[in-house]
């Protein structure tokens, strides 16, 4: 009973490099979720989806994009790492939106130096 | 904008004790209230969900409170123990697509 899987769990990048944080969950879940989560601040929405094909902003979504060709896979892309994007990320999964719990993976610890 | 305030960033209580954990928003008309746990090094684990017209819900040692007029959820946890040491967080919901989260009570339960 996976749940929700991300790779990799550690990972540290050059300035200006790319790369793809994986998020997958078997549980046919249509919401899905990124967020990051720096000391102190809490966890803040960067995109979210619906279902497969839709996709939405959320509080803090500039340097990244995402896609969601399956219901069970949601990756988050970052095109010209930057300093500030030095973050720990969770993806979640949840039924629907609304009040349904949302479960998450334990996160993608990305340093960018 | 909306704000979500937890009380502290960090509290320390003895074992044996109940813990209060508060939760406060404002800009903002949640009708729902979710309570996550969070461990150090993993993704926060749903523990509750209270609804705007319930005024308290229980689940073994845990119990929280939804005042829509304070703008307030507490959080308690009774007869704590050492495992109990954790990272709480407050989420409120409405029907849209806000999916927000408070910035997290780090709570030390010492024995």
């Known amino acids: 009973n996976a749940g929700v899987t991300q790779t990799p769990k550690f990972r540290i990048l050059k300035i200006g490099q790319s790369m793809t944080l994986q998020c997958a969950q078997d549980?046919?879940?249509?919401?899905m979720y990124w967020y990051r989560q720096d000391p102190g601040m809490g966890l803040k929405l960067i995109y979210y989806?619906?279902?497969?094909?839709?996709?939405d902003k959320g509080e803090v979504p500039n340097g990244y994009n995402v896609s969601r060709s399956t219901t069970e896979d949601f990756p988050l892309r970052l095109e010209l790492a930057a300093p500030s994007q030095t973050s720990v990320y969770f993806c979640?999964?949840?039924?629907?939106?609304?009040?349904?719990?949302?479960?998450f993976g334990d996160g993608t610890r990305l340093s960018i130096l | 904008s909306q704000k979500i305030e937890q009380n502290s960033e960090a509290l320390n209580i003895q074992e044996g004790k109940t813990a209060t954990l508060t939760c406060n928003y404002t800009?903002?008309?949640?009708?729902?209230l979710q309570w996550y746990r969070q461990d150090p090094g993993r993704g926060p684990v749903f523990l509750l969900l209270?609804?705007?017209?319930?005024k308290e819900k229980r689940k073994e040692r845990l119990k929280v409170t939804f005042d829509t007029t304070l703008k307030q959820s507490l959080f308690h946890i009774t007869a704590s123990q050492p495992a109990d040491s954790a990272t709480y967080l407050c989420?409120?919901?409405?029907?849209?697509?806000?999916?927000?989260f408070g910035p997290g009570t780090r709570l030390s339960v010492l024995p």
């Open positions: 979640a999964s949840s039924p629907t939106g609304g009040n349904q719990p949302q479960h």
């Open positions: 549980m046919n879940h249509n919401y």
């Open positions: 989806s619906v279902g497969a094909g839709i996709t």
């Open positions: 800009n903002y008309s949640p009708a729902y």
């Open positions: 209270i609804r705007e017209n319930e």
């Open positions: 989420a409120p919901r409405d029907y849209g697509q806000n999916f927000v």
